[in-house]
């Protein structure tokens, strides 16, 4: 074996046993910018009136979302990783394991949709720059029930999983599973897909706001009067739209990685598993306890890519596109 070689294994290894570098990382990265972003909600709602549009109604509740979906992963995922509080996760009910469940998955599908949104509506405020706010009076109320109903289906059923808790062969680290059968609901597989279908859809929006905005913005401004349009308003319209999509690629990151979830864990467990027990060779030469390690090395950067993508991102680049969110914020701190 190369010292290269060795190195990588040695990696593999780290990532696969060592939880507590991720979850660290996590924190040093989810604890800043979850404050930033709790700071923000409450002076956007404390300040409603200055910033009083759909947008910012849609980034508050996507921000909510997001933030509470924080907490949930801690006793979902996060302690369990690094085997806190064992004891006290035997205790509770097997229903309390299921919201658990279904509020990190609810959440994940949620925040896509609102991020569907917050697209649409930069994408129509480059192409109807002086209608867009009357219309999106009208479809706020509508795009925030599509966004929390059409979920449902797919992550309600996870109601009807029998949970356990799933204590790991250190006897330390836990994780909250479910027994599997056919019929159970596949909620892995489902998010995978929503994230190809958000993906696409958002990648779409994308290129329709950037085309929009080459060839409408421009004629739009031009022969209008100048206290209609004011060279203020287009920097902030510009900068709301750069908030948009590139905390769209944050969603993006994470939509990758739960794709890359579900095929390792399919690839990487379950398919070794059905090959061992039918004495067929293993995946691509690899042992059970090999293919386990990948999936592990993998799943176990959960934590601090959920925080990067869904809170970091978009809270600090909300800093950065919102004058009036610094003018607020340093008041505050003055």
């Not at 980034?59 to 933030?67: D, E, G």
């Not at 739209?241 to 690629?249: A, C, D, L, N, W």
């Not at 059970?288 to 970091?312: G, K, M, R």
């Amino acid at each position: 074996m190369s010292s290269a070689d060795g190195f990588f294994i040695s990696m593999i290894n780290l990532l696969a046993y060592g939880p507590i570098v991720p979850f660290v990382v996590a924190l040093l990265i989810g604890i800043p910018s979850a404050i930033l972003y709790c700071l923000e909600v409450w002076v956007i709602i404390a300040n409603f009136a200055d910033f009083n549009s759909a947008f910012f109604v849609l980034v508050v509740v996507r921000a909510i979302l997001s933030l509470t979906n924080w907490i949930c992963q801690f006793f979902e995922n996060r302690f369990g990783k690094i085997g806190l509080f064992l004891a006290f996760f035997h205790q509770l009910p097997e229903c309390a394991l299921c919201f658990l469940y279904f509020a990190v998955n609810f959440a994940f599908h949620v925040e896509n949709l609102l991020t569907v949104f917050l697209l649409l509506n930069r994408f129509s405020s480059i192409l109807l720059p002086f209608t867009y706010n009357k219309l999106w009076r009208y479809a706020l109320v509508p795009a925030l029930i599509v966004s929390f109903v059409l979920p449902l289906p797919f992550t309600v059923p996870i109601f009807s999983l029998q949970m356990f808790i799933h204590v790991q062969n250190d006897n330390v680290s836990f994780t909250i599973d479910h027994y599997k059968n056919e019929n159970a609901v596949k909620s892995s597989k489902i998010s995978a897909w929503s994230a190809i279908f958000f993906g696409i859809i958002c990648l779409l929006l994308n290129l329709a706001s950037l085309v929009a905005y080459k060839f409408r913005r421009p004629k739009s401004i031009v022969g209008q009067v100048q206290s209609n349009y004011s060279t203020n308003n287009s920097m902030v319209e510009r900068k709301m739209t750069i908030y948009t999509m590139v905390s769209f690629f944050g969603q993006l990151i994470m939509a990758i990685f739960m794709i890359t979830v579900y095929v390792t864990s399919t690839q990487f467990v379950e398919e070794p598993n059905k090959s061992s027990s039918n004495g067929q060779p293993a995946l691509l030469g690899l042992s059970a306890e090999q293919t386990q390690t990948l999936f592990l090395a993998n799943y176990n950067q959960y934590p601090w890519v959920n925080d990067l993508s869904t809170i970091a991102i978009p809270a600090w680049l909300l800093l950065w596109a919102s004058t009036k969110m610094r003018q607020f914020i340093s008041k505050k701190f003055q």
